[in-house]
């Protein structure tokens, strides 16, 4: 018994040395200049495969005079096919945002019909969302060397959002008596966006 726990501590430790354990602090360079937070840690597991986890913030209340106030976190697993952090990378993610949103089709000034076909005395540009979404998706990508420490990160995620909200009408209270999409409780989207991307600068520490 004690030879099978030697042996077995001995293969752990040797897995264990073998490890990619790497750990990158990153942010999107992107997004920084327009005041919207992109920050992440990505930590090797094997030669191949590194595991990430970030976080995306917009905290504007509006944005190019459009609700634009959001937060989404994300974990997801790359494969790089030469070595970890080195060139070209697929990956699967899964996230879960909130939001209190101007979408982007409700940017015009056109009159709202309900699904039933009832025309709503508001414009599309009057209206907002605020709820909740879940997202699955694939992503693809190319990480380079810039320095010692330092890698810059070009990636591209799409995949189906899932997104739960309540409608309402600039400057009416937030009542279900005054939402615009006459839902009882939640009303529902679902689609397939790019729902991350970007240019992401990472520090190893």
Not at 12 to 41: C, D, H, R, W
Not at 62 to 69: D, I, L, N, P, Y
Not at 100 to 119: A, F, M, P, R, S
């Amino acid at each position: 018994m004690k030879k099978v726990l030697s042996i077995t501590l001995f293969c752990l430790s040797i897995f264990s040395f073998s490890q990619k354990k790497e750990t990158y602090i990153k942010a999107n360079a992107l997004f920084l200049p327009v005041g919207m937070i992109n920050v992440g840690v990505e930590h090797g597991f094997t030669e191949h495969i590194t595991g990430q986890a970030d976080i995306f913030v917009s905290p504007w209340k509006s944005f190019g005079g459009h609700r634009a106030e959001f937060g989404i976190g994300t974990v997801e697993g790359r494969y790089y096919f030469d070595q970890a952090f080195k060139h070209f990378y697929v990956g699967a993610s899964i996230g879960f945002g909130v939001f209190n949103v101007q979408k982007w089709n409700y940017w015009k000034n056109d009159l709202y019909v309900t699904k039933e076909g009832e025309v709503l005395p508001y414009r599309k540009n009057q209206l907002y969302q605020k709820g909740f979404s879940y997202m699955i998706g694939a992503t693809a990508g190319y990480q380079f060397q810039l320095g010692e420490r330092w890698n810059m990160d070009i990636f591209l995620g799409i995949g189906n959002q899932q997104g739960f909200y309540k409608g309402y009408v600039e400057g009416l209270p937030e009542t279900q008596e005054n939402r615009y999409d006459r839902v009882e409780n939640w009303d529902k989207s679902g689609e397939i966006i790019p729902f991350k991307g970007g240019v992401m600068i990472s520090y190893k520490l």
